[in-house]
């Protein structure tokens, strides 16, 4: 137990420590324009199920269908109001990692982003 | 015509292929006859001591829906009501099987309301998934129309000797699936169906079909055998669902299923656009794809008679 504790405040420390790093990336590149990416809602579907992205891009969803969708994660990382038509939801992924969402009112509607430095 | 009533399979099968034009259907025993509408409205069934009640479905009314095909989805709902109040035979309630509203917004939920304060009948709510998108997922649905409900909204009642099962399936919905009991409302279920008798008629209502139309959309609910299984030894059980805004019908065994049709718009057949979305049929066509089902209850015959009607006729 107490190795795992270790364990955590290390990886707790890291955390931080790139935290801080990366908030001093962002100021050296003020300048550059955020990432970011577009998923189309169409016809009951994420127009492109998956999306591979870098950290730190926006992805922004937009609702082209006569029927509100929603945009939720599996894992409770982001969920978006009720979309109605031309209606946007964007997210910002900071982290790497594998991403899946679905529709909660039609869950039949999945999609996936990957999130890869 | 109406020695149907007590006719074979093949007669019931017969009747599928015009059940859209508006059909009055008969249970015994899950399977039987049917009469066509017209024919059963000059010569209802008698022979019965009982007298018999009847009890509306409305359905899938989309209060805020302005997009193609209805700019007013307001103003069907307002002729269905219209419609109800017309019926020769004064229903004792009115069922509503969800998607009361287009977003979930009060002042959609309260529009509703207000309508069917002018059908002047009692009415029974289930939740669609348009009816959950509130912030609380589904809170705003529930202090209004479901009041003295348990869970995300289920509940049962008796009326004249029909056991009523009001079922939602449109809450806590898993990813990549279909509609969704959960166990805690099968549990319920399981409960509530505990002691009664199997000849007690059964109607089971909830909105997204109890039975797979259509995997690919989403059109079916994932754990609805374990619901069927708990109902499978009643001698009549009649299955009231919305969702996909068009008539469908099956048998199984003693369980009789039937989708209504929508007051707001209709949608494509199964597998026949490439989405559910609203079919954008020409304003001469959308009152006659749009319409309530009246259901007629003979007691002592454990039969249930389904007539949809449209808009337009």
């Given at each position: 137990?107490?190795?795992?504790?270790?364990?955590?405040?290390?990886?707790?420390?890291?955390?931080?420590?790139?935290?801080?790093?990366?908030?001093?990336?962002?100021?050296?590149?003020?300048?550059?324009?955020?990432?970011?990416?577009?998923?189309?809602?169409?016809?009951?579907?994420?127009?492109?199920?998956?999306?591979?992205?870098?950290?730190?891009?926006?992805?922004?969803?937009?609702?082209?269908?006569?029927?509100?969708?929603?945009?939720?994660?599996?894992?409770?990382?982001?969920?978006?109001?009720?979309?109605?038509?031309?209606?946007?939801?964007?997210?910002?992924?900071?982290?790497?990692?594998?991403?899946?969402?679905?529709?909660?009112?039609?869950?039949?509607?999945?999609?996936?982003?990957?999130?890869?430095? | 015509?109406?020695?149907?009533?007590?006719?074979?399979?093949?007669?019931?099968?017969?009747?599928?292929?015009?059940?859209?034009?508006?059909?009055?259907?008969?249970?015994?025993?899950?399977?039987?006859?049917?009469?066509?509408?017209?024919?059963?409205?000059?010569?209802?069934?008698?022979?019965?001591?009982?007298?018999?009640?009847?009890?509306?479905?409305?359905?899938?009314?989309?209060?805020?829906?302005?997009?193609?095909?209805?700019?007013?989805?307001?103003?069907?709902?307002?002729?269905?009501?219209?419609?109800?109040?017309?019926?020769?035979?004064?229903?004792?309630?009115?069922?509503?099987?969800?998607?009361?509203?287009?977003?979930?917004?009060?002042?959609?939920?309260?529009?509703?309301?207000?309508?069917?304060?002018?059908?002047?009948?009692?009415?029974f709510f289930?939740?669609?998934?348009?009816?959950?998108?509130?912030?609380?997922?589904?809170k705003?649905f529930l202090q209004r129309f479901g009041k003295e409900t348990q869970?995300?909204g289920?509940y049962?009642?008796?009326?004249?000797?029909?056991?009523?099962?009001?079922?939602?399936?449109?809450?806590?919905?898993?990813?990549?699936?279909?509609?969704?009991?959960?166990?805690?409302?099968?549990?319920?279920?399981?409960?509530?169906?505990?002691?009664?008798?199997?000849?007690?008629?059964?109607?089971?209502?909830?909105?997204?079909?109890?039975?797979?139309?259509?995997?690919?959309?989403?059109?079916?609910?994932?754990?609805?055998?374990?619901?069927?299984?708990?109902?499978?030894?009643?001698?009549?059980?009649?299955?009231?669902?919305?969702?996909?805004?068009?008539?469908?019908?099956?048998?199984?065994?003693?369980?009789?299923?039937?989708?209504?049709?929508?007051?707001?718009?209709?949608?494509?057949?199964?597998?026949?656009?490439?989405?559910?979305?609203?079919?954008?049929?020409?304003?001469?066509?959308?009152?006659?794809?749009?319409?309530?089902?009246?259901?007629?209850?003979?007691?002592?015959?454990?039969?249930?008679?389904?007539?949809?009607?449209?808009?337009?006729?």
């Amino acid at each position: 137990m107490t190795r795992a504790f270790k364990m955590l405040s290390f990886q707790a420390a890291t955390l931080v420590a790139s935290a801080l790093m990366m908030s001093a990336v962002s100021q050296m590149t003020r300048a550059a324009p955020a990432p970011a990416a577009a998923v189309q809602i169409d016809n009951f579907t994420f127009k492109a199920p998956v999306v591979t992205v870098k950290p730190g891009t926006t992805v922004t969803w937009t609702n082209r269908d006569d029927i509100p969708h929603t945009v939720v994660s599996k894992d409770g990382v982001f969920k978006s109001k009720v979309l109605d038509t031309g209606d946007q939801f964007s997210f910002t992924f900071a982290k790497p990692g594998q991403f899946g969402y679905y529709c909660s009112l039609h869950p039949h509607m999945t999609g996936t982003i990957v999130v890869k430095g | 015509m109406l020695d149907g009533l007590d006719g074979e399979r093949r007669d019931f099968l017969k009747c599928m292929a015009w059940a859209g034009t508006g059909a009055l259907f008969t249970f015994s025993a899950g399977v039987g006859g049917s009469i066509g509408l017209d024919a059963a409205l000059a010569s209802p069934p008698n022979g019965t001591a009982v007298q018999p009640f009847t009890f509306v479905q409305l359905s899938d009314s989309h209060i805020g829906f302005n997009k193609p095909p209805n700019a007013d989805a307001k103003a069907t709902f307002a002729e269905a009501i219209a419609k109800v109040k017309a019926l020769s035979v004064k229903p004792d309630f009115i069922i509503h099987t969800g998607d009361v509203s287009q977003l979930s917004r009060d002042d959609q939920f309260d529009d509703a309301e207000q309508m069917l304060k002018a059908a002047g009948l009692p009415v029974f709510f289930i939740p669609g998934e348009h009816d959950m998108l509130d912030p609380d997922g589904g809170k705003a649905f529930l202090q209004r129309f479901g009041k003295e409900t348990q869970g995300a909204g289920w509940y049962s009642f008796d009326h004249r000797g029909v056991h009523f099962v009001a079922l939602v399936n449109v809450a806590d919905l898993k990813p990549g699936g279909m509609g969704n009991l959960g166990p805690e409302q099968l549990k319920w279920l399981k409960s509530d169906l505990t002691g009664r008798s199997s000849s007690t008629p059964i109607v089971v209502f909830a909105h997204i079909p109890l039975w797979t139309v259509y995997a690919d959309w989403g059109w079916g609910t994932d754990d609805a055998a374990e619901a069927l299984k708990l109902l499978a030894r009643f001698g009549s059980v009649t299955v009231l669902n919305g969702h996909i805004h068009q008539i469908t019908q099956k048998i199984e065994g003693r369980i009789a299923f039937h989708t209504a049709r929508s007051t707001a718009f209709p949608q494509p057949a199964p597998g026949t656009a490439p989405s559910p979305g609203p079919l954008k049929v020409p304003p001469e066509q959308l009152h006659s794809m749009l319409g309530i089902t009246d259901a007629l209850l003979v007691r002592g015959r454990d039969r249930i008679a389904l007539i949809d009607s449209t808009l337009s006729a």
